[in-house]
């Protein structure tokens, strides 16, 4: 799909009554997406309304279950879906990249889950702000995910919640704030059992409603999916409801926990908890 490209999906409207949103609209991708706009003229993704509201078409799914997925966004503008983007069981061989657009307005932002086999995930200098839900979520995927150099902001809960296992994950030089649930915790980051190696570098973490960022890895130093590295490292993290810093990890890996800012928190501002190695 090329520059300029507005795609409309029919609102609250499926005639076929499948997909994951049965009564909505939806791009299916059970093969390549290519979607290459520019800064001048991005792809819009968006409702047939003329005055659209959050969830009246379904999402983007890239779904690697059974099929050969890859996707690419680039100067893309994904707005008014339940579900934004959501890659979906892809393999070691398969990716999900998006890169310099727009996710708003969204029921979820960016979402990857499932495939066990090591795919590789790519958010790099994107906008993704006023989604009801998560910004960018993941769940027990087992990937290598890079976040670096957005700007993730207005969400209604954690601006970036990676739950259950992936390979790797480095999250550096975004701006994360003002993401807020009501009468709930909801981290600016939580990141959970990444295996290799965990990096948390240079990003704005503010204004949240728990902590600024919170990394947790239950398993033992024995165990195949305890943390090979963790380093957090020249953050700013300002105004949060909870710890600024707060780390569990029951693995063998040295936190490194350096040049950080962190001021005006609800609680400490470094928590760590490991039996076994040193911070």
Not at 82 to 98: A, F, P, Q, R
Not at 207 to 230: F, H, K, M, R, V
């Amino acid at each position: 799909i090329t520059e300029g490209v507005t795609v409309l999906f029919l609102a609250d409207s499926d005639d076929t009554v499948g997909g994951d949103e049965s009564y909505d609209a939806e791009l299916l991708v059970n093969g390549t997406l290519t979607v290459l706009g520019t800064a001048e003229s991005p792809v819009t993704f968006t409702s047939s309304e003329r005055n659209p509201t959050v969830g009246q078409w379904g999402g983007i799914k890239i779904d690697g279950d059974n099929n050969v997925a890859n996707a690419s966004f680039q100067h893309a503008t994904i707005e008014y879906s339940g579900y934004g983007i959501h890659g979906y069981k892809l393999i070691s061989n398969e990716s999900l990249t998006i890169a310099n657009s727009t996710i708003r307005n969204n029921g979820r932002g960016i979402r990857n889950s499932g495939g066990y086999s090591g795919s590789t995930v790519s958010i790099t200098n994107s906008l993704i702000v006023d989604n009801y839900g998560y910004g960018i979520s993941g769940s027990d995927d087992y990937d290598h995910w890079t976040i670096a150099g957005n700007t993730i902001t207005g969400n209604g809960e954690s601006g970036i919640y990676l739950s259950g296992q992936r390979s790797s994950a480095t999250v550096s030089d975004n701006v994360i704030s003002d993401n807020v649930i009501s009468d709930n915790g909801s981290p600016g980051v939580k990141i959970e059992y990444v295996h290799d190696d965990f990096v948390f570098s240079g990003n704005t973490v503010s204004n949240n409603s728990g902590y600024g960022l919170a990394y947790q890895n239950g398993y033992s130093p024995s165990e195949s999916y305890a943390t090979d590295s963790i380093t957090v490292t020249d953050n700013t993290i300002i105004g949060n409801g909870n710890d600024g810093i707060y780390i569990y990890d029951q693995g063998n890996a040295d936190a490194v926990i350096t040049g950080n800012t962190i001021t005006d928190g609800g609680d400490d501002g470094i928590y760590v908890v490991n039996t076994s190695t040193n911070v």
